[in-house]
């Protein structure tokens, strides 16, 4: 049986973790419902979202392999330094949207469990359900090459607000890369090439307190088996919200958020 929780668990993870209706919260909503205290809810959003991870990481491969070998022929090749420039540039974009979340993860690392209430998420699932509900449309024309430090910037504090739980990263970084006026298919994809250095640093800040965990061992087949669910369902959602995303289509997920609110309002009255 616990295993088949954290089966539910990681797909559940994996549904939400590349659309715009918060993965986190979805987790924390599912098991206070129906009352599963599972072992730590962090270990396992750290299990689930490297699960998420690898499957979003099989996707981009190839943007990453070309976004990193752009970077070092650009510092060490200076024949080739103008044909990688645009890349150089995105990969320091990046660096700089990052910033802001990694600065509001540290300081409230050890608060992030204390942050969590039913209420709370409804009021999250309320203000992601306006914001994209505000930009359904918009359709901008900037493409990899038009973006600014300034975008990187709005985009970055834009993200930074992501760590109040039931904030979806993924929306609320998509929102801001459309009001920046970029293209559709372009902020999709720098959505999720930022979904990377948040991921890993999500990870690296908290594996000291999962290998710290009593009974660790115990838990390894259940985490595993969360992770795998994570990982291919993930892998499927992803592939929808990125149709859904082109066809200008992200406002019916502010329906969702807007609906779950109030189902939380009238359950948790």
């Known amino acids: 049986m616990q295993i088949l929780k954290y089966i539910l668990l990681g797909i559940i993870q994996g549904i939400t973790e590349p659309l715009p209706i918060s993965s986190s919260g979805h987790i924390f909503l599912f098991k206070t419902i129906f009352n599963t205290n599972l072992f730590n809810s962090l270990n396992f959003e750290i299990i689930a979202n490297f699960g998420s991870f690898i499957a979003i990481l099989i996707i981009f491969w190839k943007d990453i392999v070309e976004l990193i070998k752009s970077f070092f022929t650009y510092i060490f090749n200076k024949e080739?330094?103008?044909?990688?420039?645009?890349?150089?540039?995105?990969?320091?974009?990046?660096?700089?949207?990052?910033?802001?979340?990694?600065?509001?993860?540290i300081i409230f690392k050890e608060k992030l469990e204390n942050l969590y209430s039913v209420k709370g998420l409804a009021f999250a699932f309320l203000i992601t359900a306006l914001m994209l509900f505000l930009v359904r449309n918009l359709k901008g024309e900037k493409e990899d090459k038009d973006l600014t430090i300034k975008d990187a910037l709005i985009i970055g504090l834009f993200q930074a607000v992501t760590i109040i739980p039931g904030i979806s990263r993924s929306g609320t970084v998509l929102v801001a890369c459309l009001l920046c006026k970029l293209k559709r298919e372009t902020a999709l994809k720098y959505t999720f090439i930022l979904y990377f250095p948040v991921s890993i640093a999500t990870m690296l800040l908290g594996v000291s307190d999962l290998l710290a965990t009593p009974d660790l061992t115990s838990m390894l087949l259940p985490y595993a088996a969360g992770l795998i669910a994570s990982g291919i369902v993930t892998y499927f959602s992803?592939?929808?919200?990125?149709?859904?995303?082109?066809?200008g289509s992200l406002w019916k997920f502010s329906i969702y958020c807007l609906l779950l609110a109030i189902f939380i309002f009238i359950y948790f009255r």
Not at 80 to 103: A, D, M, Q
Not at 238 to 247: A, H
């Open 238 to 247: 992803y592939k929808w919200l990125s149709n859904l995303v082109k066809k």
């Open 80 to 105: 080739k330094r103008k044909k990688n420039l645009v890349n150089f540039k995105y990969c320091w974009y990046i660096v700089i949207s990052t910033i802001p979340v990694g600065i509001t993860g």
